[in-house]
């Protein structure tokens, strides 16, 4: 929503008051318009493989969505393991080897349909829960390679990001490139009377206003709010490893989902007596 309303804002910034002293028609040079987005288009697609391209294209459409990221969602996170972690405590470990090898039949995890609808999320939670029931721990080795596997995830998750910021910074220079070739086309016509060249080159100098608007003002706003997706989705990995090794290290339920608590951002977070109230609820039920 704010992406649009930006966009808005920048169309009237930039075409608004320009309107004031000038004429749009100047402006609109379609050859120019087609020339710097083939070059953009083409830049991205030799620049990147297959796999980038796809993923890029379809992480775009989620920065049009609201993030599901909030306070509600990350309560349903520690209250799930906090389900697991005390049918744990109360049965054993071998207890919840039917949750972890069949999640969608599990009766806790059904409970919470929009964590076990996140293949992604599912299976870092239920890979580390699988080892902790296949036998003994050294908690410094597991979180080492849950900071390697948590590394990888972050990586893979911001390349559209960084993918789209690369097409940012290469787009004034695509402008530059079509402002030259105008000015080339104006320079074999210099017979032309004053009048005529003056267009000409006016027509030229849009390509270098073009680069420099779309890139500025159309793409790098994308790439920022993919890089933002990308941080919002790594944050629910580190809850659930802190609340893991807390459990692997002999804490309670209770207190190993403090830790996880502890790594959400303050406008995620809920509050210690928020939390422990709504598992309270929640147990009642």
Known sequence: MFLIIGYVIILASSLGTYAIHGSLLALWVPTEYAAIVGLTIGGFMASNDIRVIKATVGAVPGILKGSKFSRAYYIDVLALLFEILAKVRKEGLMSIEGDIENPEASPIFSKYPEIAGDHHVMEFM????????????????????????????????????????????????????????????????????????????????????????????????????????????????????????????????????????????????????????????????
């Open 126 to 285: 239920t890979d580390y829960l699988r080892m902790m029931v296949g036998g003994n721990l050294n908690t410094v080795e597991i979180e080492s390679l849950m900071d390697v596997e948590l590394e990888a995830h972050h990586h893979e998750a911001a390349e559209p990001g960084h993918v789209v910021q690369k097409v940012a910074d290469a787009t004034p220079a695509f402008g530059i490139v079509v402002a030259v070739m105008g000015v080339v086309n104006v320079m074999g016509s210099v017979g032309q009377p004053p009048a005529v060249l003056g267009k000409m080159i006016g027509g030229a100098l849009v390509g270098t206003f073009l680069g420099i608007l779309i890139s500025y003002g159309f793409i790098a706003p994308v790439a920022c709010l993919l890089e933002q997706k990308a941080h919002e989705g790594s944050t629910v990995y580190k809850c659930i490893k802190m609340v893991l090794l807390a459990s692997m290290s002999g804490y309670a339920p209770q207190v190993a989902i403090e830790f996880g608590r502890k790594t959400l951002d303050s406008h995620t977070r809920p509050s210690f007596i928020e939390l422990e109230e709504e598992l309270k609820a929640r147990k009642g039920k």
